[in-house]
């Protein structure tokens, strides 16, 4: 019976979960499971203006979900194969290197 319980309340998470994905607004909860925060590390972020968020009243936070995923995509690292390209280009644009 125990098994059964804690299966149905691992259902009941993982339903829970996946309204994340498709909710265009999130509220605070919600934006801190969806980027995997602390709630602290969130806060710090909204007061710091680090993080873009709504207050609509001037209490509650707000999270637009694809502004968020922009967030989360931001200062991607270059491959090494793309930096070694970049350089092969700069230094044929320059005429350092003749092919």
Same mark, same amino acid.
């Given at each position: 019976?125990?098994?059964?319980?804690?299966?149905?309340?691992?259902?009941?998470?993982?339903?829970?979960?996946? @309204?994340?994905?498709?909710?265009?607004?999130?509220?605070?909860?919600?934006?801190?499971?969806?980027?995997?925060?602390?709630?602290?590390?969130?806060?710090?972020?909204?007061?710091? @203006?680090?993080?873009?968020?709504?207050?609509?009243?001037?209490?509650?936070?707000?999270?637009?979900?694809?502004?968020?995923?922009?967030?989360?995509?931001?200062?991607?690292?270059?491959?090494?194969?793309?930096?070694?390209?970049?350089?092969?280009?700069?230094?044929?644009?320059?005429?350092?290197?003749?092919?």
């Amino acid at each position: 019976m125990d098994e059964i319980i804690e299966r149905l309340e691992n259902l009941q998470r993982l339903i829970e979960s996946q @309204g994340i994905y498709t909710k265009e607004v999130l509220n605070f909860n919600e934006a801190c499971q969806y980027l995997e925060l602390s709630q602290s590390h969130l806060y710090k972020l909204t007061s710091a @203006g680090s993080i873009p968020h709504y207050k609509p009243n001037g209490k509650k936070l707000y999270f637009k979900r694809t502004e968020l995923e922009t967030w989360l995509l931001r200062n991607r690292n270059s491959t090494q194969e793309e930096i070694d390209q970049r350089a092969a280009d700069y230094l044929i644009k320059k005429g350092r290197v003749k092919l």
